[in-house]
């Protein structure tokens, strides 16, 4: 069960420094503005307010998406499929908040989970505090992204939720979801869901959207990959679930 508050929390605690710094920034400016002349002192609240505004729309935001939205609630799941002792694989760099929900949605189902964290590309400092504020789901195994660890057409859904956008190159994109490719079930279903780099993660993200790729990249890595698009699912402006099927398998 989340606590409340716990998706804007996550991102605060992890990414402390950079708030402490724009606290830091914006008192200072406030405290300048005390002891100059009219003009200069309005210059220094504009840019304050420019340093507050991002920042806490960008916080209202995650608010509302990782908090509000129902994303960790899972009824976007399709679990129409009636099988007992299928496999459902949960992929993860580094972060896992969804694996323990997972296991609720589908408890008739072996859950594997996969972790291809690399420290020495994910250099992230957010990343490393997240690892040591939460444990790893049991049996975690840490792979990498081109290889993972599981039979050929074995598994019956496959979910990669804010995670796939850690792999930066874009041919080792492709080559994960060629493995995402292989080990899914002809009738099985990959869940992709990530933030776009669009105009709505740029109103809340500023440059931060640049993190993530455009809709058209995504279309790109899943046509080289030879998987097809059944559906997108938009729970927020902000966010995106593509869900992919192998071809030949009616939608």
């Known amino acids: 069960m989340r606590k409340p508050f716990q ?22 400016l406030l405290f300048l503005s005390n002891y100059t002349n009219s003009t200069f002192r309005a210059c220094l609240l504009i840019l304050d307010a420019l340093i507050f505004l991002p920042t806490f729309i960008s916080l209202s935001v995650s608010y509302y998406v990782y908090d509000l939205s129902g994303l960790y609630n899972l009824n976007w799941v399709d679990d129409s499929i009636d099988i007992e002792n299928g496999k459902v694989i949960n992929v993860n760099a580094g972060f896992d908040e969804t694996s323990i929900l997972l296991k609720y ?3 008739n189902f072996e859950l594997l989970v996969f972790d291809f964290y690399d420290p020495k590309k994910h250099t992230e400092v957010s990343i490393k505090r997240a690892r040591k504020a939460y444990a790893l789901f049991p049996n975690t195994k840490s792979v990498t992204a081109t290889n993972l660890p599981t039979l050929d057409s ?3 859904k496959i979910f990669v939720i804010f995670a796939a956008h850690e792999i930066r190159n874009e ?14 079930k002809p009738t099985g279903e990959i869940y992709i869901t990530e933030h776009l780099r669009d105009v709505p993660n740029f109103l809340a993200y500023n440059i931060g ?18 998987l097809k698009l059944n559906k997108e699912q938009k729970l927020t402006p902000f966010i995106s679930t593509f869900t992919l099927k192998k071809y030949g398998v009616p939608s």
Do not use: T
Not at 215 to 222: C, D, Q
């Open 209 to 226: 959207f640049l993190h993530f790729y455009s809709k058209h990249s995504w279309l790109r890595v899943f046509e080289s990959a030879d």
């Open 7 to 28: 998706g804007v929390w996550n991102i605060v605690r992890f990414n402390w420094h950079f708030y402490v710094l724009s606290f830091v920034v914006l008192v200072l």
């Open 154 to 156: 074995s598994a019956d």
């Open 105 to 107: 949605k589908f408890p």
């Open 171 to 184: 041919q080792e994109r492709i080559e994960f979801f060629k493995e995402l490719k292989r080990i899914i």
